[in-house]
Structure formats: structure tokens, C-alpha cells
């Protein structure tokens, strides 16, 4: 079955640091990928996504490319703020009918000043 | 920006008691979604709709039910909460067949004593 595969948190960054958070996926086909940000007692937003392979997405200088030979859509960030903090899910669409969407476990990224 | 709605935001409730979860959306999509978020942090669907009077099971079993008689409503309801029913719940919706993308609202809270 499709599954979603993402690095363990929780990530510790300084302000203004580099930011990779890793995810990986198995599915059949050509799946659409997303990444979705939860800030603390909110709901999950739609941060980024890409639908076929070499597509990147990018929001909020967030950024993902849709690598189909390594099956990865891996989170970069330049620069990271202290508002950043949250967790992150990446998950995978595979397009057909019935229940199709998968969510990776989440990665709890805190932001020091 | 996504228009979808829960209430109540927290409850906090003693066992054995019914109660309903609220979810509505105001952007006319046919597919809605209830998840359940455990403290770890990983989605588990519990039900989903394709529309008016279409209600399906998710992957984890629950002991909740949903209803579906109107397009923006998707109603949660415990007939019986437990302890082992306190979690936090996210409803979605997406423009499905259009697009996958789902969109979230802020979440319910739920505490069982």
C-alpha cells in the first residue's frame, strides 16, 4: 500500500538556520505530494505541493521538488523564523477513487531565537 | 483561504455521555473528512464522504458515527464517550474529483473524564 515516510523530529534550529526536513514515499502510480504545517492548537494548512515529477512547490519561502527516481519531496527552508515553529506533515495523493490521501507521522520543528 | 468550521473548539465531558462534534465549510465541496490526531501527532482517518447521504469508514475503526444530509454539514457523533476517546478531531474537505487538496478546520478538542 502507499506510505509516507518522514525524518523523526523533534528538528532544533537557531533562528536564520537551514532547514531540510526529509520525506520520503511508496505509491503506485504518480502520486500528487503535499506538505501541510500545524500550528500549536490549529488545524493542518496546506503549505506547498507539486502534482507530477520535477514540479516544485513553494509558499512562505518553503520549498519541495517532486523527485520521482528517489521517491522523495523533501522541506527546505533558507532561513528559518522563530514563527516557524510547528509541525509539518508530508503526505501523497494517489489520484484514484475511494480513500486515497496518506499523512507521514509529522515532524515537530522548534525555532530558537 | 479555506472556509471550514468546528465546534465546539474544547469539550471536556464525563463518561457515558452522547455528544456530537460539529463540522461545516462553506466552499460547496462534495468530499469531507474526519480524522483523529493522537497525542503523538499522527492522522488516523476515521470516516469520510463523497456528498449527500454517502458516508464511508476510514482506516482506523471507530466507535463514532458521522451523517451527511447536507453538502457543508459532516456531524461527528459518540453515542457513548470513553477515555479512550480523548483525542483531538480535524475535519476536512476537499474539491474532489477536481483536486485532492484537502482543506482543514481548527480542530475539537474532546476530553473524556
Known amino acids: 500500500g502507499n506510505s509516507v515516510t518522514q525524518m523523526e523530529g523533534p528538528v532544533t534550529l537557531s533562528e536564520e538556520a537551514f532547514l531540510t526536513i526529509n520525506c520520503t514515499y511508496t505509491a503506485t502510480g504518480y502520486p500528487s505530494l503535499f506538505w501541510y504545517v500545524q500550528y500549536p492548537g490549529e488545524g493542518l494548512q496546506l503549505l506547498l505541493k507539486?502534482?507530477?515529477?520535477?514540479d516544485k512547490g513553494s509558499n512562505k519561502g518553503f520549498e519541495a521538488t517532486y523527485r520521482k527516481e528517489t521517491t522523495s519531496f523533501h522541506l527546505e527552508k533558507g532561513s528559518v523564523q522563530v514563527s516557524d515553529s510547528a509541525v509539518y506533515f508530508c503526505?501523497?495523493?494517489?489520484?484514484?477513487?475511494?480513500?486515497?490521501?496518506?499523512f507521514g507521522p509529522g515532524t515537530r520543528l522548534s525555532v530558537l531565537p | 483561504e479555506a472556509d471550514i468550521y468546528q465546534t465546539p473548539r474544547y469539550l471536556v465531558i464525563g463518561t457515558g455521555k452522547k455528544i456530537t462534534l460539529e463540522c461545516s465549510q462553506t466552499?460547496?465541496?462534495?468530499?469531507m473528512y474526519w480524522y483523529q490526531q493522537d497525542p503523538g501527532m499522527e492522522l488516523h482517518l476515521i470516516h469520510y464522504?463523497?456528498?449527500?447521504?454517502?458516508?464511508e469508514k476510514g482506516d482506523l475503526s471507530s466507535e463514532s458515527t458521522v451523517s451527511r444530509i447536507r453538502t457543508e454539514h459532516f456531524p461527528l457523533t459518540l453515542e457513548s464517550a470513553r477515555p479512550s476517546h480523548t483525542s483531538q478531531y480535524l475535519c476536512a474537505s476537499s474539491e474532489w474529483p477536481l483536486t485532492d487538496t484537502q482543506y482543514f478546520g481548527p480542530g475539537t478538542r474532546l476530553t473524556v473524564l
Open positions: 464522504s463523497y456528498g449527500v447521504n454517502s458516508t
Open positions: 503526505a501523497l495523493s494517489d489520484g484514484n477513487y475511494g480513500q486515497n490521501f496518506v
Open positions: 507539486a502534482t507530477k515529477a520535477d
Open positions: 466552499m460547496g465541496h462534495d468530499k
